[in-house]
């Protein structure tokens, strides 16, 4: 098991584009995070999917948005692309909602120009 | 306001000492600590959870709900505990977001 891959590794984009990043979760996991980790930051969280739903959301504007696919892998979407959204993208998986037990991929490096 | 706080960026040691990592959390109802830590060249991954009140790797952490903190803590530490440690917290009273602290590094000099 390859664990939570992510897609791709590093993306450069300016100001005003649209970026679609995608996660493939851990084999056996039906929940998927997205976090956002800004330079010398914590990871924030954007949102998380289940069943194919948004089920909780962040603090982020609907710039963000998100989808899960029926194979529980998932993708996140920023419109409008700010220089502020230059940050690692992070996606977590976990066996059910309730748990706090994350497995993170290794992460997507945007940077906005 | 949910918050989780790491007052350092940095902690150095020497082998063989002792090591604590500071976290204090603001959280208005029940909360689930976490820390979780990143190694050089690898992934994010928890390291504990304090309601497993295990002993990870030779670390520990005893939620304090009086002083509100979830130190993490090794008597004797070995260089290759150096990462970026994170402590988090969630609400038990809902899907399992995490709120993260800012990080601390911790380097252990042999």
């Known amino acids: 098991d390859a664990g939570v891959t992510q897609s791709p590794t590093h993306l450069i984009k300016t100001r005003g584009q649209q970026v679609t990043l995608r996660c493939s979760p851990k084999s056996g996991h039906d929940t998927v995070s997205w976090y956002q980790q800004a330079l010398g930051q914590g990871p924030q969280f954007i949102f998380q999917?289940?069943?194919?739903?948004?089920?909780q959301r962040g603090n982020f504007p609907d710039r963000f948005s998100g989808h899960q696919f029926p194979n529980y892998s998932s993708e996140l979407n920023v419109n409008a692309l700010l220089l502020g959204d230059s940050a690692l993208y992070l996606c977590?998986?976990?066996?059910?909602?309730?748990?706090?037990?994350?497995?993170f991929g290794e992460g997507s490096r945007l940077t906005v120009l | 306001a949910q918050r989780v706080t790491q007052p350092e960026k940095l902690l150095s040691v020497f082998k063989g000492a002792p090591v604590e990592l500071k976290c204090n959390y603001s959280?208005?109802?029940?909360?689930?600590l976490f820390w979780y830590v990143q190694y050089s060249r690898q992934r994010l991954q928890l390291l504990l959870r304090h309601i497993s009140r295990e002993s990870i790797k030779g670390f520990t952490a005893d939620l304090n709900k009086g002083e509100t903190s979830f130190h993490l803590k090794k008597p004797f530490a070995q260089e290759e505990d150096s990462a970026m440690y994170y402590c988090a917290l969630s609400g038990r009273d809902s899907s399992y977001k995490l709120i993260f602290g800012s990080g601390t590094r911790l380097l252990v000099r042999p």
């Open positions: 959280y208005s109802g029940s909360p689930e």
């Open positions: 977590a998986s976990s066996p059910t909602r309730n748990t706090g037990e994350l497995f």
């Open positions: 999917y289940y069943e194919e739903e948004e089920r």
